[in-house]
């Protein structure tokens, strides 16, 4: 069983910053694809950024340039550093670790971290 514990959330003015940070348990975190999601109001959930288990990084259009996805094995914890924010960045955003293997399918979510961007 894999539980994933999001941080760092918070209230942001537009054009600051935040980093999101995503700690997992479970011996399977170093070689899963871990992601960020994120679900605004009203909204489908949507894809944010995922990152590989050999660090290949990809970021959705509307926040490249801005957002960085990274992780860390040893602290089993993956990060989103989120710079530049803008209103409509606001939402709830998730963890999500996906991982085939030996036949199994691993999909697991946290429990999501409220992020708002407001003046």
């Known amino acids: 069983q894999v539980q994933l514990v999001e941080s760092g959330g918070g209230l942001v003015q537009p054009g600051g910053s935040l980093r999101l940070s995503c700690a997992a348990s479970?011996?399977?975190?170093?070689?899963?694809?871990m992601g960020w999601y994120r679900q605004a109001p009203g909204k489908q959930r949507e894809l944010v950024a995922t990152?590989?288990?050999?660090?290949?990084?990809n970021v959705v259009d509307s926040v490249k340039g801005r957002f960085t996805i990274s992780r860390d094995n040893a602290k089993n914890t993956v990060y989103l550093q989120m710079n530049s924010l803008k209103s409509e960045d606001t939402a709830v955003y998730y963890c999500?670790?996906?991982?085939?293997?030996?036949?199994?399918?691993?999909?697991?979510w946290g429990q999501g971290t409220q992020v708002t961007v407001s003046s």
């Open positions: 999500n670790l996906n991982l085939v293997h030996l036949g199994y399918v691993y999909d697991y």
């Open positions: 479970g011996s399977i975190f170093s070689i899963a694809v």
């Open positions: 990152i590989t288990s050999g660090g290949l990084t």
